[in-house]
């Protein structure tokens, strides 16, 4: 992670609102900010992971970077340039160089086309022709532990596992920069996983890809992220580097993931101490006014119902949004 | 370079299951009987359909007058009933096919458009859809053919515009599913046109659906041209359609039963194994039922 | 810890159940037992058949399964000699379930206090009015807070881990002796997760009812599960009490899936431990042992279905290989 050189995707500042529209006259009836200001980082190679719960705003946050849901504010630097602030087809040019992977391989293809043609699709849009197309398939094919006879199945032939490797090798034809993945293994059965996991780190290092790493499975983000960025309710509530966050997890919210997870391992589950955190995350719609983490705090204090925290440094590489773990900052 | 073990187990198998085939057989046959005798009929028919032979009016089946041996008899103005019947096959099946692709792919078309391009495209074309729909289709049908005047081309014509309605509704329910796939998203962000999400990703996916409403609307419109021919606004006489045979027939049911009720019999066979087989395709195509 | 078979009868005793759909065994000769109190997990993946079995315990298999062979025996009665009108006794009073999808799982139309008091009234165990009490007793019991409000409340007002605590709630009113759950928490957040974890261990002690466990997560069943079955291709390959499997896993595939995992303490960035190939397909499964189209040990005479061998002597400890002296082989 060279600080020097500019990072290949820099977001500012990320907002993502959407009306909710209700009543007999289909107005606007209150706002869900499902990604309220986020700002983050990827760097060339590098792989930053987003974690959170299901509606904290990850997946939408990684969605809006793609351009698949429009940003209510923010700037997105990639490669340097401001995606946002360019004419819409200069931002798809731009985008060429970003691809994702989606969680449910199986929808992520359509049924109708051959392995080979779902591969060279984004080929064939880009003006590629037969020969190199062919070409690049059967490249593409091999890199990700595919055979050339799986060309002419159809996706309902092949297994979850396949399937996520065709996902990998159509997102890799036009050799992007930067892949965002989004629950990339969650679907996918238990030993599966690690298979899809070793292609993607192997991929990383021969093609020097960076990702973008959308998930709620901490063991699977801490064996493959560099960074960590946990998100609570649209903001983050604590980033920093894998180890870092994993050992010194500084915010309430981070230190409860942790414990949530339940170990692989009978006797250390044991001796853990039970699990604290209460009641569900609120709605997006109607978030608390302070900090966001409030209502499920085990460690509130009064100003967190009112001043919401900013992120500050931790003393371990790390930064956290909390006010009662940096009472003196906050005078 | 690591090459995954399950690349070498087989792929998996297709579902296969030809479950209740064999009850539909009898129904295809039918149909294809049908369909020979529209594309063969020159070859087939014993007889001229439109030579009238005054000296033989109104023989019941199975009489031979001036040397002329008239299998199903003949009709008022002395005309081989069989002969007619196997021309009029030709009018009603080539109007059926030629209506239903004009109005399937009027309507798919439309109704994939309203749904992957949603907004005013949707609010246009749906509205319209509904428009058509709440007219009853015949009276729609004797309107248009009053104004534009009878005739072949025209039934096909009116029939086209009365009946893609059907096709768009059904299109557009399964164009917005379908364009809310991932696949479908995923290539528009790549980069995919209009044209290319429409007929690559979506028609194919959609096109069983179509299929299956097609093939019940294939015996509507046979029915269709056959009611309109009976008004009279159909195809014109002396051309042999079934339609315009039963309207004839109805002024000798009690003296001459055979002119009305053979094409009738051509009518109930053709529109039910159409039908039935229109059901067995539904349950092999419907993605619903997969 | 509780000790297996401590003599007396088990709760629930499945011998050699087949449950076949068009011709195939899904599930083939499946034998466990699940004592007093105690808590077995069936671990496997998408497709060993795991869900099937409990299904044909609850006798609510789909149209298209059958059991074909083999006495599923609840608190020493054979259920599979029942009629659907006796079945109907059982089911929520003596054997009840939660399913995955808490929220499908419910009926939107009714409120949840109704559906939980449901059961009481259809055994005729109380009257309307003190099913309602009893129904709110149990929805607190279950962790919801304001039970008397929430019980008039329909399945939509409330959050994912809320209905699933709501169907607890109705699968343990009647304190059923046996609760089959299946994979209960794997559609939550993993904090909710935790709490509904922690809600199964504090209440199963309470209402004293042995819980039968499906998942296919290692982490969910070092966290709650006594004994564990490990199940693939529709058989069951390892049996053992829970430390006994973690630490001495003696079948080659549970072996190689709890190493797929990702550990929170392993060398991040490595190459995983991970099974080649994917589960073969019902349709071709290897003859003999099924894992040996994936197994690094397999050799010729693994054509012969492994009976379950004891491991080190112990004889609740059981795993079903040719090679386990061979272990040592996969390092």
């Given at each position: 992670m060279s600080e020097a050189r500019q990072p290949l995707l820099r977001v500012e500042d990320l907002r993502v609102h959407f009306p909710i529209r209700g009543g007999w006259r289909g107005g606007r009836v209150a706002t869900v900010k499902a990604v309220d200001g986020i700002t983050l980082e990827v760097g060339a190679g590098e792989t930053v992971a987003l974690v959170g719960e299901s509606g904290c705003g990850k997946s939408t946050a990684g969605n809006a970077i793609l351009g698949l849901v429009k940003a209510t504010s923010g700037r997105i630097f990639f490669d340097g340039t401001d995606i946002l602030a360019q004419k819409p087809d200069r931002q798809q040019a731009l985008r060429r160089d970003m691809q994702v992977i989606f969680q449910d391989p199986v929808s992520a293809l359509n049924p109708k086309l051959t392995v080979g043609r779902c591969i060279a699709e984004p080929l064939t849009i880009a003006g590629y022709d037969r020969k190199e197309k062919e070409r690049r398939v059967d490249e593409l094919l091999e890199l990700v532990g595919l055979l050339p006879v799986h060309k002419n199945r159809y996706p309902n032939e092949m297994s979850g596992g396949q399937r996520q490797r065709v996902v990998i090798a159509r997102a890799l034809a036009l050799s992007p920069k930067l892949i965002v993945c989004d629950e990339p293994v969650s679907a996918l059965d238990v030993s599966i996983r690690s298979q899809i996991i070793n292609l993607l780190m192997r991929l990383q290092e021969e093609l020097g890809l960076s990702y973008l790493f959308i998930a709620h499975d901490l063991s699977v983000v801490r064996h493959i992220a560099d960074r960590v960025i946990v998100i609570y309710l649209g903001t983050i509530a604590e980033e920093g580097p894998t180890d870092a966050v994993f050992e010194h997890p500084t915010h309430p919210y981070t230190e409860a993931l942790l414990a949530a997870i339940p170990l692989p391992d009978p006797r250390s589950q044991r001796v853990k101490p039970p699990f604290a955190l209460e009641g569900d995350p609120p709605s997006p719609a109607n978030p608390p006014k302070g900090c966001p983490f409030l209502t499920r705090c085990p460690i509130h204090m009064e100003d967190c119902a009112t001043i919401r925290p900013v992120l500050a440094d931790t003393g371990w590489n790390t930064k956290a949004a909390c006010l009662v773990r940096f009472k003196a900052a906050y005078g | 370079m690591s090459v995954s073990?399950?690349?070498?187990?087989?792929a998996r198998r297709r579902r296969q299951s030809f479950t209740g085939i064999t009850g539909v057989l009898p129904f295809v046959a039918i149909f294809v009987i049908f369909v020979l005798f529209a594309i063969f009929a020159p070859w087939i028919a014993p007889q001229d359909p439109n030579t009238q032979n005054l000296f033989g009016r109104l023989k019941p089946p199975g009489t031979t007058a001036r040397n002329v041996f008239y299998l199903l008899g003949t009709d008022n103005l002395g005309r081989d009933l069989l002969s007619r019947l196997i021309y009029g096959a030709r009018i009603s099946l080539s109007v059926a096919v030629l209506s239903v692709c004009l109005s399937g792919i009027t309507g798919t078309v439309l109704g994939m458009a309203a749904g992957l391009a949603r907004g005013w495209t949707e609010i246009v074309i749906m509205r319209l859809v509904e428009i058509v729909l709440s007219v009853p289709a015949v009276l729609l049908a004797i309107i248009m053919v009053a104004v534009l005047g009878p005739g072949f081309t025209n039934v096909v014509l009116v029939l086209a515009l009365t009946r893609w309605p059907r096709y768009a509704r059904v299109a557009f329910g399964q164009a917005l599913s379908v364009a809310n796939m991932p696949y479908v998203r995923l290539a528009r962000f790549m980069g995919a046109g209009t044209f290319r999400i429409l007929f690559v990703h979506i028609l194919p996916n959609i096109v069983g659906a179509i299929t299956v409403v097609a093939t019940l609307e294939f015996g509507l419109m046979v029915l269709f041209e056959a009611s309109l021919s009976f008004l009279g606004l159909g195809v014109q006489p002396p051309t042999p359609s079934w339609g315009a045979m039963l309207s004839t027939g109805r002024a000798y049911v009690a003296t001459a039963w055979w002119i009305a009720a053979f094409p009738g019999a051509c009518l109930f066979f053709l529109v039910l194994s159409v039908n039935l087989i229109g059901d067995f395709l539904r349950d092999r195509l419907d993605p619903k039922s997969r | 810890m509780r000790d297996v078979n401590n003599g007396d009868r088990p709760i629930l005793a499945i011998d050699k159940l087949s449950t076949a759909i068009g011709g195939n065994a899904v599930v083939d000769g499946v034998s466990l037992t699940v004592g007093a109190g105690e808590v077995v997990a069936l671990v496997g993946e998408s497709g060993c058949g795991k869900s099937l079995t409990a299904l044909s315990v609850m006798g609510l298999l789909p149209a298209a399964a059958r059991v074909s062979a083999g006495r599923i025996l609840l608190l020493g009665e054979d259920l599979l000699g029942y009629s659907e009108k006796e079945m109907l006794a059982v089911r929520g009073k003596s054997v009840s379930m939660v399913f995955q999808e808490p929220v499908a799982s419910l009926?939107?139309?009714?409120r949840v206090g109704e559906q939980v008091a449901e059961s009481l009234i259809v055994h005729g165990e109380a009257s309307k009015s003190g099913a309602r009490e009893r129904a709110v007793e149990m929805l607190s019991r279950v962790g919801i807070p304001d039970a008397r409000t929430r019980?008039?409340?329909?399945?939509?007002?409330?959050?994912g881990g809320m209905c699933q605590r709501v169907m607890i709630a109705c699968a343990l009113i009647a304190r059923p002796k046996l609760l089959i759950a299946d994979e209960p928490t794997t559609a939550l957040d993993v904090t909710i997760q935790a709490q509904i974890l922690t809600l199964m261990k504090t209440l199963r002690q309470e209402i004293d009812t042995a819980i039968l466990l499906i998942t296919h997560d290692m982490g969910v069943v070092a966290d709650i599960a006594d004994r564990v079955c490990v199940m693939y291709a529709g058989r069951i390959v390892e049996t053992g009490c829970v430390d006994a499997i973690f630490e001495r896993p003696s079948h080659p595939y549970t072996r190689l899936l709890l190493s797929t995992i990702p550990k929170l303490n392993g060398v991040r960035k490595t190459r995983l431990r991970s099974i080649e190939g994917s589960v073969p397909d019902i349709s071709d499964w290897p003859e003999g042992c099924r894992f040996r189209s994936r197994c690094p040990l397999a050799q010729d005479d693994c054509g012969q279905v492994p009976p379950d061998f004891p491991v080190d002597g112990d004889a609740n400890h059981t795993a079903a290989c040719w090679h386990m002296d061979r272990l040592g082989e996969m390092a």
């Open positions: - | 073990v399950d690349t070498i187990v087989p | 009926d939107p139309l009714m019980a008039r409340q329909y399945p939509a007002e409330l959050s």
